[in-house]
């Protein structure tokens, strides 16, 4: 039983942390822009399959590369592109609509999730694609628990990644712009901050990570197809509102929330098809009893 | 100023009305095809398509089709259900009321061709489903066909290999509980399997989309099972077997219908290394018509084509032969001659109807080897 518990506890784990990868982009866009990028879950599908082409390529050449060499190339070279996307896509779709109704910014969004969708599917055609393994899978036997070097490495990787993020807004220069846009946007340009391209770093380092996660799922889950982002994306949002809209630390603690959630709805109730009904109730009930999220605090309109 | 642009707006729509009620006398025979050609399983929908495009121009290229003393063309409308059940119905309905087809091939995955099923009933149009294997499809329908044997048979011939072949006491059952086929097929494995003196000592589901089944695969491990049956389709089934080997879980896997797509082994072959399902045909054994299918597909498409573009390829002759006996492109007239034809030789094997709308098949099962699909055993029903 106990053994049962730490397996699910494994599984909840590295479930939980991509959707941790996904959920700080919303929260960021939101702490800094109040809009929600719906189009993010779709961002997250272009750096899996971004990752993909950049593993294929690598594993193609024509001296063996090392596996190791194949991941790290893949992850920079679809984190850098994936950010490059996030930074276009705001450009493009977002920035001209900075003063125009939030509604608007959301439709907008909506719709460059839409385009991404499609774009993919006309370009690479419907059927799924294999994600080559680049971590080894022979599973480990600790104590009962059968634990794989792939399953670690996404565990210790998305929380470095988080790490990292953490240290990035609490310790630097950009963070600070990032919170003191997020806290006040009418005065921020006022001290001499370039308001624009902070908002562009922040969708640079929001996609970056996303396709961060696009990686590691696709390697743990390796049959990517054009709409895989869609129900990740909802889930990641969830997670995002869970934690606090807004709050880095939250989306990471309502990512980890939802993975676990996922994982023990089959394992507590007979049928995993109650698994959307629990998410979403918990969803509800957070929001009647603390509408702010768990560590999100109270905004105060300002006239 | 306005009333020219007016009048101009009059002329073009009267210009469009009367093309579309100019009635000419039909020349040709109009068939639908309602394929799964983007969604979840692209390669089901792809082989119809290919299948039926082949039997379309093979019959246009020898002169048409004989009825009396007149050639008919046969044309092919195809329509995307894109794999979900109210894409599927809307795509049926647009087939009948826009492009007035005889007769409509497809769907293929049973979720999309019960409600399709539906739709065809009502506006009396024959539908005629190559792979669906559900039961509910042709259930008390007078227009609904198939030319697929169907999941009662089906879950017996697993559920008897598991016993007799296999040696497995125990069984344990993962499925999409969202999706009609799966369901289907699932719970006639647990009866027959209990029928014949197993026990399935675990029955999980999940949901359609879903990605990760460590949960249900953990408790699977748990129950020790000595065989587990993945009746689902094929771009879940390398995840599942993938996630169950990583879990530790080292019974044997079996399958059904669903795996049939070379995608499968693309998908993730290693881990499904060894593993048995059942099928429709099997390549290694065929007639020389199928064997003469086989070339022609081939040559038009580079690739060998699998069971759903073998079964629509029977399905579209099934209709063909009906449609020469009825003699007429009615959809009356070749209703009732489908119904009566009793035995039918299509390159999936020997077909016989009793009244039904479901054939009584043999079922062939197939074991994963070296990366390929390899014949291993026939099934008489």
Redesign the interface.
């Known amino acids: 039983m106990l053994q049962?518990l730490g397996?699910?506890v494994l599984?909840a784990l590295?479930?939980g942390s991509v959707y941790a990868l996904i959920a700080l982009g919303y929260a960021m866009v939101y702490g800094i822009l109040t809009m929600i990028n719906f189009a993010h879950g779709d961002i997250f599908m272009v750096g899996a399959y971004l990752s993909l082409a950049a593993a294929v390529f690598l594993l193609g050449l024509p001296f063996k590369a090392p596996l190791p060499f194949v991941f790290v190339g893949a992850l920079l070279f679809s984190m850098f592109l994936t950010a490059l996307l996030g930074v276009t896509v705001e450009r493009l779709a977002y920035r001209p609509l900075r003063q125009a109704p939030r509604v608007s910014a959301v439709i907008t969004a909506l719709g460059v999730g839409l385009f991404l969708e499609n774009f993919t599917?006309a370009m690479l055609?419907?059927?799924?694609r294999?994600f080559p393994g680049l971590i080894p899978?022979q599973?480990w036997?600790i104590f009962g628990l059968?634990l794989?070097p792939l399953q670690v490495l996404i565990i210790l990787l998305a929380a470095l990644l988080m790490v990292l993020l953490d240290l990035l807004i609490r310790r630097t220069l950009l963070g600070m712009a990032m919170r003191a846009i997020s806290y006040n946007r009418p005065i921020v340009p006022l001290m001499g901050v370039p308001v624009d391209r902070v908002i562009s770093l922040t969708f640079a380092v929001g996609s970056a990570i996303a396709a961060a996660g696009g990686l590691l799922?696709g390697l743990?889950?390796?049959?990517l197809?054009p709409?895989?982002g869609i129900?990740i994306g909802w889930w990641a949002f969830i997670a995002a509102v869970v934690g606090g809209i807004g709050n880095i630390r939250g989306a990471m603690l309502g990512g980890y929330i939802l993975g676990f959630v996922?994982?023990?709805?089959?394992?507590l109730l007979p049928?995993?098809?109650y698994?959307?009904f629990v998410a979403f109730s918990l969803l509800l009930l957070l929001l009647v009893f603390k509408p702010t999220g768990l560590l999100g605090r109270p905004m105060f309109e300002r006239v | 100023m306005s009333l020219p642009r007016w009048a101009a707006f009059v002329a073009v729509m009267l210009f469009f009305f009367s093309g579309a009620c100019a009635k000419k006398e039909a020349t040709d025979i109009r068939l639908g095809v309602n394929a799964e050609l983007t969604g979840s399983k692209p390669a089901v929908g792809a082989s119809c398509k290919n299948a039926a495009e082949l039997l379309a121009a093979q019959i246009n290229q020898s002169g048409g089709l004989k009825l009396g003393d007149k050639a008919w063309k046969v044309t092919l409308f195809v329509e995307d259900n894109e794999d979900k059940a109210e894409s599927a119905a809307a795509a049926a309905q647009k087939l009948i009321t826009q492009n007035n087809v005889l007769a409509i091939v497809g769907p293929n995955a049973s979720g999309n061709a019960i409600p399709a099923a539906r739709i065809c009933e009502d506006a009396g149009v024959i539908m005629v489903s190559p792979w669906s294997t559900n039961p509910k499809t042709t259930e008390g329908k007078k227009y609904v066909f198939r030319a697929c044997f169907i999941d009662d048979f089906q879950g017996q011939v697993m559920a008897k290999f598991a016993r007799a072949n296999l040696k497995a006491q125990t069984a344990a059952v993962l499925y999409d509980v969202a999706s009609e086929y799966n369901k289907g097929i699932a719970e006639f494995f647990k009866k027959f399997f209990e029928e014949n003196g197993g026990k399935v000592v675990a029955f999980e589901s999940y949901t359609k989309g879903d990605m990760d089944f460590s949960a249900q695969l953990t408790k699977i491990k748990g129950a020790d099972p000595d065989v587990l049956f993945l009746p689902n389709y094929y771009n879940e089934v390398p995840l599942q077997a993938q996630q169950a080997r990583r879990l530790g879980i080292t019974s044997a896997i079996i399958g059904s219908d669903s795996w049939g797509s070379e995608e499968l082994l693309r998908l993730g072959g290693k881990d499904l290394e060894g593993c048995f399902f059942s099928t429709h045909y099997a390549q290694d054994i065929a007639t020389e018509k199928a064997q003469k299918f086989i070339t022609d597909y081939e040559a038009k498409y580079g690739q060998k084509p699998d069971d759903v573009a073998a079964l629509t390829y029977d399905a579209g002759n099934l209709l063909i032969a009906a449609i020469t006996k009825a003699g007429a492109p009615d959809r009356r007239k070749v209703r009732d001659a489908l119904a009566t034809i009793q035995e039918f030789e299509g390159v999936t094997g020997n077909m016989q109807f009793k009244g039904t709308g479901d054939p009584i098949k043999s079922a062939v099962i197939l074991q994963i080897k070296d990366g390929k699909f390899a014949y291993h055993a026939s099934v008489k029903p």
Do not use: K, W
């Not at chain 1, 055609?125 to 799924?128: E, I, K, T």
């Open positions: 049962v397996q699910n599984n590295q479930l599917l055609g419907p059927q799924p294999h899978m599973p036997n059968t794989t799922y743990a889950y390796p049959v197809d709409y895989m129900r996922e994982i023990f709805t089959p394992v049928a995993s098809t698994r959307d």
